[in-house]
């Protein structure tokens, strides 16, 4: 389970047609150490709000769609360790004059419906207007169109929407801390221990680094994958 529409981390390369970015190597590293093969990956394009319903109804066996990990979510899916770490920030035009959450009172502010970035704008400026999309890109196209003054996600997500438009630049301080987890039908444990064991072997062999040098340096330069923490 993936989406299309996240550049950076699963977008269509506008020559090919083919599915690129972080979300999509990291997929093919599980798929290489389950068949020998990277591209023996059916990819299945979801939305934010569709993710979870997926996993439960084993309609996909993994979510790699920059899938922030909370406690709430875990109760419903199992998650591998984290893969990335991002921070949610905002996304505003150059001459907005809007520097950190305390000037978004009365302004709309993008976001994606059934994502935590709704919660904690919600929670960060109450006097805020939220504009809810179903994609990532559709806050590019209405931060483009004036029908919203800012969009608030992960830092990650929205470089990739200023990658598309050079008058969006990212400000403020981080809202909330981002760990992106790999989804996993919460039946399945043997599935979560082996995409764990194959996420070890990216930190340790270099894969990680070498997949954020090729497509994540707009970000800044690496400082290598987080640290893995499990339960057992």
Known sequence: GIDQNTNLFSF????????????VDVAGEMARDLF?????VEFRLLTSG???DALEKKAVDLVVKSTTITCERSERVAFSTVYFQAYQRLLVPKVSGISGPEDLAGKRVCTVADTTSLVTVRRVQPQATIVTVPDWDDCLVALQQRRA???STDDSI???LAEQDPNLEI???PLESEPYGIGV???NEDLVRFVNGTLGRMRADGT???LYDSGLTVLGPGTGPPTATYRD
């Open 185 to 187: 039908n919460k039946g």
């Open 208 to 210: 990680w680094m070498r």
């Open 12 to 23: 269509r390369d506008p020559t090919t047609g083919m599915l690129m970015g972080f979300d």
């Open 50 to 52: 569709d993710r979870f």
């Open 158 to 160: 929205l470089a990739g």
């Open 36 to 40: 020998g093969d990277p591209s023996r």
């Open 171 to 173: 400000v403020g301080p």
């Open 149 to 151: 003054d800012a969009a």
